[in-house]
Nanobody, 127 residues
Framework: QVQLVESGGGLVQAGDSLRLSCAAS????????MAWFRQAPGKEREFVAG????????YYANDVKGRFTFSRDNGKNAVNLQMNNLKTEDAAIYYC????????????????????WGRGTQVTVSS
C-alpha cells in the first residue's frame, strides 16, 4: 500500500523560506516518479516540481523556477521541496504525488498522471 505524508507547511511572510517533506511508504522514491502539486482556493491543482524516475531530469513550473528546489532523500525515502523567496501567490495546499507508471515529458506535469496522493500541507504567505 502506497502512502505519502507531507509535512513542513506553515505561515510565513513574503520573502521567507519553507522546506516541505513527503515521506513515502510502499514506494521507493529513488526509482519512482515523484511530484509536488499545489492547489489554492478556487483554483485547479497545478504542478510545482517533479521527477520522472531514476536519474530523471527535474521539472519545475515556470513561476517557481529559481526559487524552489526539488530533491530526494533516499535514506529517508522522502522527497523535499525547498521553497525560497516565497510570494503571496505561492500560498496553497501542497500535495505530494507518485505513480506506478513511467511518465514521459509531456505527462509529468499533469495531475492525472499520478494515482497516489498525500493529504497535503498548508502553506500560507502573508504580505
Amino acid at each position: 500500500q502506497v502512502q505519502l505524508v507531507e509535512s513542513g507547511g506553515g505561515l510565513v511572510q513574503a520573502g521567507d523560506s519553507l522546506r516541505l517533506s513527503c515521506a513515502a511508504s510502499g514506494r521507493t522514491v529513488r526509482t519512482s516518479a515523484m511530484a509536488w502539486f499545489r492547489q489554492a482556493p478556487g483554483k485547479e491543482r497545478e504542478f510545482v516540481a517533479g521527477v520522472k524516475g531514476l536519474g530523471g531530469d527535474i521539472y519545475y513550473a515556470n513561476d517557481v523556477k529559481g526559487r524552489f528546489t526539488f530533491s530526494r532523500d533516499n535514506g529517508k525515502n522522502a522527497v523535499n521541496l525547498q521553497m525560497n523567496n516565497l510570494k503571496t501567490e505561492d500560498a496553497a495546499i501542497y500535495y505530494c504525488a507518485t505513480t506506478f507508471g513511467n511518465p514521459i515529458t509531456s505527462t509529468v506535469r499533469k495531475a492525472s498522471t499520478y494515482e497516489f496522493w498525500g493529504r497535503g500541507t498548508q502553506v500560507t504567505v502573508s504580505s
